[in-house]
DNA sequence: CGCCTATTTGATAGCCGTCAACCGGAGTGG
DNA sequence: CCACTCCGGTTGACGGCTATCAAATAGGCG
C-alpha cells in the first residue's frame, strides 16, 4: 500500500502524535484532492471566507496571520511542509484569520466533506485531526505567553529554537542548521517587535555566538546555549507521546 | 427530560455553536460527573500532568495560565461559568499550561473516559466538543494580536469588551455592566503589562467617559465608543453561526 | 483597631519604536 | 559587461510608551 501520494506527508504527519493503523493510511492517501501551486504572499485563506476545501502544505512555507484595526499584523503561526493549513474549517463556517504564501508552496486541497466522511468513519483521524488541532492551539498559547512575558532577545531566540525543533520532526534540519524563509520584517511580525529591533537583537546573538547566519540560513554552534537563553522547553510541541488511547 | 442537573449548563453552552437535539441534551446530562468546589487561586489543572476527568466550570470564574522561565506570568484566557476548562485533554495527555480559580468556583468533573464514549456514539457531540475547542483556539489567537499589536489602552478596551460580550451570551451582564472579579494584577498579566500600567490606564478609559467603575463592577456608559477604542469586532468569537453542517 | 491586600500616585529609567539614511545583493535592461 | 533599480538588511539619533521603584491611601476582615 501507500503508493505515492502528495498525501503520504500528512499521514507521516498525523502519525506524529497518533498512531493510524494501514487502514486509516490508506482512506487518508484515498482522499480526493487537487495540487495547487501559489507564489509568494499568496492568500491561502482570507478572514471571513468560508473555503470549500482545507489545505495541506506539501511544500514550502506559510503563516496565519490577523491585522489590528491600526493596521498592525501579527504572525500567529509559521507552518513547516506537512501542516494542515485551516482544519478547523472542518467544524467552523467561517475563517478567523488569514493564512499566507510565506514561500512558494504546493499544497493539497481536499473537500470538507470528504474530510468530514472520512473522520466520521474512521475514529483514530478524527482524533489525529483533534490533535492536531489541540497542538497548534498549545503552540499560539506558547506564542502569547513569548509575546507577552519575554524580552526581544528571548522571544526571537525562543521563536528559531521552535522552528528548528519542528522542522527536525520532519527531518528538515541539516546538522543543527536551516533556511530561515522569513525576512526581518516578517520575523518582527511574528515577535511583535519592529524590523529594525530584529535586526539588531539577531546581530547582538550572532555576536554573543549563539547563532550563525548566511544569508537567511540559520545554524547553531551552540543549541544547548540558544535553548537556555530562549527559555526554550519543547513539551508544549508535544512531540514524543504518540496519543492516549484513540477514542473508544 | 432535561431534569435539573449541572451539567445543563454546558448542554446549553454547546449549543450555542451547535444544534444538539433532544437525544444528544440527554446524553450529555446523562454524563457521570462529580460537583466540586475550590477556593480561589485553587489550581485545576497543573501544567505537566494528566487529569483523570475534564472540568465543566459551573458557577466562578477561572483563568489560563503559563510561566515563563523568569518568572514572568502570562494569563492566556478567562474562562466563564459553562466554559468547558479542559476539553483539550480528550485528545491531549499532558496539560500544556495551568488552570486555576480566579474566584470561588463550582466544577462538575467528567471522566475522560465517558466523555470519549458519548462522542464516539454521538458524532453532533464530538462535533461541539470539536467547535468549542477551535472558538477557543480563535480565542487566543486574538488575544496574541491584542498582545502583540495594540497599545494599553485599546488592550484594556479589547479585553473588556470580549468578556462583556461573552457573559451576555450567558446572560450574566445586567444592563450593560458587570462585575469583573479580577485585580489589576490579574489584569495586567492577561494584558501583559504592569499592574501599575493598568491602573492608569483604566483611570484614563474612565476619564474619558468609555468606563465607568465601582470597585470591581464596570459599566459601560457608551458601548458603541468602547467598541470603537477598541477596535472590537466579535466575528472571532464566532456567536451567532449556529455551526455549519454537523458532522456526517 | 490593626493587619493585609489591592489600589493609587509620583519620579525615574529603559527597552524598544520611529525616522532617516546608507549599504548590498539580485535581477533587469542597455 | 556594466548601470539601474528595488528590496531587504544595517546603522545611528532620538523619542515615547511602559516598566520599575517607592510610598501613600483605601477596603475588607478578624
Not at 84 to 107: K, S, W, Y
Not at 108 to 123: E, K
Request: one cysteine or more; proline letters at 5%; glycine letters at 6%.
Amino acid at each position: 500500500m501507500s503508493n505515492y501520494s502528495p498525501l503520504n506527508l500528512l499521514v507521516r504527519k498525523l502519525n506524529n502524535h497518533v498512531a493510524l493503523d494501514d487502514e486509516d493510511k490508506a482512506a487518508l492517501i484515498a482522499l480526493p484532492h487537487v495540487v495547487r501551486e501559489l507564489s509568494p504572499a499568496s492568500y491561502i485563506v482570507r478572514e471571513g471566507e468560508a473555503p470549500p476545501g482545507c489545505a495541506i502544505l506539501l511544500d514550502g512555507f506559510a503563516y496565519r496571520q490577523k491585522l489590528a484595526a491600526d493596521g498592525g499584523r501579527q504572525i500567529l503561526s509559521v507552518q513547516i511542509p506537512g501542516d494542515p493549513l485551516d482544519l478547523e474549517h472542518l467544524f467552523l463556517d467561517c475563517a478567523d484569520h488569514n493564512v499566507q504564501a510565506l514561500t512558494q508552496v504546493r499544497l493539497a486541497i481536499i473537500p470538507r466533506a470528504a474530510l468530514r466522511s472520512v473522520s466520521m468513519q474512521r475514529p483514530t483521524i478524527a482524533h489525529a485531526f483533534a490533535v492536531n488541532n489541540q497542538v497548534e492551539a498549545s503552540i499560539t498559547r506558547e506564542w502569547l505567553l513569548n509575546v507577552g512575558r519575554r524580552d526581544a532577545r528571548t522571544r526571537l531566540a525562543h521563536l528559531l529554537c521552535e522552528v528548528a525543533t519542528r522542522l527536525q520532526g520532519q527531518d528538515l534540519v541539516n546538522d543543527y542548521g536551516y533556511e530561515l524563509p522569513m525576512t526581518q520584517e516578517q520575523l518582527a511580525d511574528a515577535t511583535a517587535l519592529t524590523n529594525v529591533h530584529v535586526n539588531r537583537t539577531l546581530k547582538s546573538l550572532e555576536n554573543e555566538g549563539l547563532i550563525r547566519r548566511d544569508r537567511r540560513a540559520i545554524r547553531f554552534p551552540n543549541w544547548q546555549a540558544l535553548k537556555a537563553a530562549a527559555g526554550f522547553d519543547p513539551r508544549y510541541l508535544h512531540l514524543g507521546q504518540q496519543a492516549a488511547a484513540a477514542p473508544g
